[in-house]
């Protein structure tokens, strides 16, 4: 087994355990200064997965085939790196509110982060469930860490149940391919898996599968645990829930379906698109009602799910390449905004909307991050959602002459924009035109997480007015796929 393609999950695993193991005798108000020291850390193999020297400048696969190096899933690790970095910041301003063992919280998120990673390189069942797993069980912990809050105990095990119940989905679906197939590696299965497209058993082991990965994604109809586990984890936690583990659902997904299945995929368009459409109207309309932030958000994260569905709806190239794209602005633009929520309602109970009065006078920088971040997740220009979102319309609209089903689609999507926009512009109106404005002190803002908020700022303009430098990377990473 060449384990040098796997160095880069076994330092992120490794930087894990040490941090587990210094709070053993680092003293109370040095622990958590960890988190700089993980974030560090993780920067430096970031900028590493560019130099050559890491893992991912070679591929191939090992573990019998499990585990495959290729340009998506170096794509994706730098994906999950770099939320990394920033959730680990957001983490050290959000410690004060976290009890005891801020220690096992960083080293919580780094475990999370490493089942991501073999997540991008999945290639196997075996493997998909595994990192799947990983990822799940430390969000579990992650989400109820608060224990002192009824609401984030309550998250936890909301979130425990739906989390087992789709676990089971994908175990049972899992058995339904080997059972028929008798295959687990990804490209042992796209040899067979044409000659299945009617068996019933096999067909019903796609579903289940999706079901899976479809709770991962917060997709309809198994999001129902969103909002509220948003709303009660710690904002560190949502932060990374809401871009490292939908992402992480969203690259096993395209492996399943155009790895492992592609040509049954090509029989599921129809699905897909009503998946994508329901999904888009129900975040869309459901966040209108809502005056919490966190569960603003944990709405709006359905939405953009449906959204990033259209790339794969496409079944093109384009669609693909277009939902790579998009999910590296909502990177930028989630994790500017739960930066923002971290900073301004840390000491807020309840997180409503209300709490953003007077912010403009309190921090013009948190301000104008949280507008830009709104701005971008509601696809204005010249921010990161706007072309994100012009890509995957255009992949959509690109395959309405053959089924126009599609430009059903699209119009929906276009109408999800336009309902967005009500709920969006109510945060900045309440950031900027609130009737009562408290009298409140200026928020204090550290250089690191001055410095990750300035990254997000910075993400979200290059990629709405340089788009090519990333969509170069989205299309080599997608040749991976069968044509």
Partial sequence: MNLSLMSLEIAVVALGLVVLLADLWLPA??????GY???????????NTFIGTCSCSSEGTTAGGMFVQDALSVFFKR??????????????EFSDRIATGISEYYSLIVFALAGMLFAASANDFTMLFVSIELITITFYVLTSFQRSRLVSLEAGIKYLIMGALSSAFMVYGIALFWGTTGKFNFNELTAVAANFTTNKVFLFGVVFILVGLGFKIAAFPFQMWTPDVYQGAPTPTTAFLAVGSKAAGFVLLLRFLFVAIPDV???????LIVIAAITILYGNLCAIPQRNLKRILGYSSIAHAGYLLLGVAALSSAGKAATLYYLSGYLFTTLAAFAVIALVMRHLPDEDISGLAGLNQRSPLLAATLTLAMVSLAGIPPLAGFFGKFLLLKAILEQGAAHPSYYYLAFTALVGVVISLYYYFGVIRAIYWSQETPDLPPIPISWPARLAIFVCVAGMFYLGLFPNALLGLTQQAVLVFKP
């Avoid at 108000?29 to 960890?34: D, P, S, T």
Wanted: hydrophobic share 80%; no cysteine.
């Fill in 37 to 47: 020291v993980a974030a560090a850390v993780l920067a430096a193999l970031f900028i």
């Fill in 265 to 271: 995929t090509l029989y599921w368009h129809k699905l």
């Fill in 29 to 34: 108000e040095r622990k958590r200064m960890l």
């Fill in 79 to 92: 994906f999950f790196l770099l939320a990394a970095v920033i959730v680990l910041v957001l983490a050290v």
